[in-house]
Nanobody, 112 residues
Framework: QDQLAESGGGLAQAGGSLRLSCIAS????????MVWYRQAPGKEREFVAYIDWSGDNISYSDSVKGRFTISRDNDKNTMYLQMSSLKPEDTGVYYC?????WGQGTQVTVSS
């Protein structure tokens, strides 16, 4: 059974940093592209960052470009999201995604 599990969320001050992790189990991790999404209170889920199976092709939403870094370690079946220069508007539940598989989400709260 394919599963994704996020961790690393928490409370940070504006300007601070957090690193999220997403551990995958089930199908071979290295064969799939991966995506981070987030959902702020009262808003729809939105795209944050994408990384292909090799890690060579990456893209970001305009709202996080230059502040967040997506990466993956295929040997550890893990994807990461390094978040820096955090803003209160980064607050939300962050989800990792692979095709039709979603993690349970991890809460990120940024105080001003």
């Amino acid at each position: 059974q394919d599963q994704l599990a996020e961790s690393g969320g928490g409370l940070a001050q504006a300007g601070g940093s957090l690193r999220l992790s997403c551990i995958a189990s089930g199908r071979t991790f290295s064969g799939y592209h991966m995506v981070w999404y987030r959902q702020a209170p009262g808003k729809e889920r939105e795209f944050v960052a994408y990384i292909d199976w090799s890690g060579d092709n990456i893209s970001y939403s305009d709202s996080v470009k230059g502040r967040f870094t997506i990466s993956r370690d295929n040997d550890k079946n893990t994807m990461y999201l390094q978040m820096s220069s955090l803003k209160p508007e980064d607050t939300g539940v962050y989800y990792c995604n692979r095709g039709d598989v979603w993690g349970q989400g991890t809460q990120v709260t940024v105080s001003s």
